[in-house]
């Protein structure tokens, strides 16, 4: 086992270029909640980071790839591995877990996710005898929102963590269930402990590309449309009529990654196994509120679906005008690879912005005192968010800067 921790907190990140391991990362070494909260953050990312990762410059992080959480070698080999590719592995003290591997068969997402899991905080255990506390996201899977028609709490909302798990089969096909179980089992007696948090949509930058990141999909449509279409062009909402008025909270990466960061330093309101909705305000938003919003940062005008139909959907509008795109990105030397490849699939989005046709809001009471117990909740709106992202996007340049109305829009 490790020896004493003196040097201070010390944070593992699994996931972390990840939407909600990049925001973490980046939140710490902002200093949140002060510049003393870690003194070591130690970012761990499967596929090599990109040159663009925006983070802080800071003497506390450390970014270690290659290590493969399931690597043939078993447990033995990845703790040997981690011991000797992770410096000050021994001081460990809060394991923020953010891996993730998408399979279509949920019988192997279950067994997959639940290995990635029992590895990565297995070896956190055993190689830091320091150990505080374990963050799992999960999300609003947990509710069942995957079910769409068949929704098991529309007569339940605002959604509340204590609402009982979703029936079956769907709850035999949710691994996050599995998750929190083995957690629960492996913390029993010990001295470290955990929560869940669960975000509805993530809005938010991702230095890599990023199938789930609904920001970078829209950032690259929109700006290609902007190009195509011209200034001030209207754009109308690629869902329907119904989905166009649905109630949800986005959660934005910076919320959840403050949050996330105060529950693990405050065991005793956040420990022991809770749950905690995290999103961006306790008053839900629709995409009729949001899309002009969200089109307004291109110098587009937002529009309603028309009647019956639905706006142009970007992955197609991508293929279409992909030489137009990589136009783009020879004019404004941009990274290349986020249109046109396997990782830049649009289905995610179509299904967030038109199947998720139904009400889903969050109660955020739980969120709320949780953070005022060391603190004051913070909130933001769709427009900070959704902006803060995009002009991630930019600084990466993964869209183009863009000049509306005479000058750069930056909001950060």
């Not at 990840?18 to 070591?40: C, E, H, M, T």
């Not at 309101?269 to 909705?277: H, I, S, V």
Request: glycine content about 8%; hydrophobic content about 35%.
């Amino acid at each position: 086992m490790g020896s004493a921790n003196t040097s201070g907190n010390h944070a593992l990140v699994y996931g972390a270029t990840g939407i909600q391991g990049w925001a973490v990362i980046n939140q710490l070494l902002a200093g949140y909640p002060s510049k003393d909260s870690f003194a070591r953050v130690t970012a761990l990312a499967n596929r090599p980071p990109s040159e663009n990762l925006l983070w802080p410059k800071s003497d506390k992080l450390q970014v270690i790839s290659g290590v493969n959480l399931l690597n043939d070698g078993g447990q033995a080999a990845l703790e040997k591995q981690m011991k000797a590719d992770i410096p000050g592995i021994e001081t460990v003290t809060h394991v923020f877990f953010f891996a993730y591997i998408f399979t279509e068969d949920p019988s192997q997402e279950i067994s997959v996710n639940v290995e990635l899991l029992k590895r990565a905080v297995t070896a956190a255990e055993y190689l830091s005898s320091n150990l505080k506390f374990v963050l799992l996201p999960t999300g609003t899977k947990a509710y069942g929102v995957q079910c769409l028609a068949e929704f098991p709490f529309a007569s339940n909302l605002p959604l509340s963590e204590d609402l009982p798990r979703i029936p079956e089969p769907y709850q035999s096909q949710n691994f996050y269930y599995n998750q929190t179980d083995w957690l629960e089992s492996q913390s029993k007696g010990k001295q470290w402990t955990w929560c869940e948090v669960r975000p509805d949509v993530v809005v938010g930058f991702v230095p890599n590309n990023n199938v789930y990141c609904l920001a970078q999909t829209l950032a690259t449509y929109l700006a290609c449309f902007r190009d195509v279409e011209g200034s001030g062009a209207e754009c109308a909402f690629p869902g329907t009529e119904k989905s166009w008025r649905i109630l949800s909270n986005d959660s934005s990466q910076d919320v959840i990654a403050r949050f996330c960061i105060h529950a693990v330093l405050h065991p005793e309101a956040c420990g022991q196994g809770r749950a905690f909705n995290v999103s961006d305000n306790s008053e839900p938003s629709s995409w009729e509120k949001k899309w002009p919003v969200i089109c307004e940062f291109f110098g587009l005008k937002g529009t309603a679906p028309p009647a019956g139909g639905s706006g142009p959907q970007p992955g197609q509008y991508l293929s279409d005008h992909f030489q137009q795109w990589q136009d783009l990105e020879k004019k404004h030397g941009l990274a290349t690879g986020r249109v046109g490849n396997d990782r830049s699939l649009a289905g995610f989005q179509y299904f967030i912005m038109t199947m998720f046709d139904f009400d889903r809001q969050l109660d955020l009471s739980k969120q709320h005192e949780a953070w005022n117990s060391g603190g004051k909740a913070e909130e933001v709106d769709s427009k900070t968010a959704w902006w803060t992202a995009f002009e991630r996007f930019r600084e990466a340049k993964i869209i183009p800067k863009a000049v509306v109305d005479g000058d750069v829009r930056r909001i950060m």
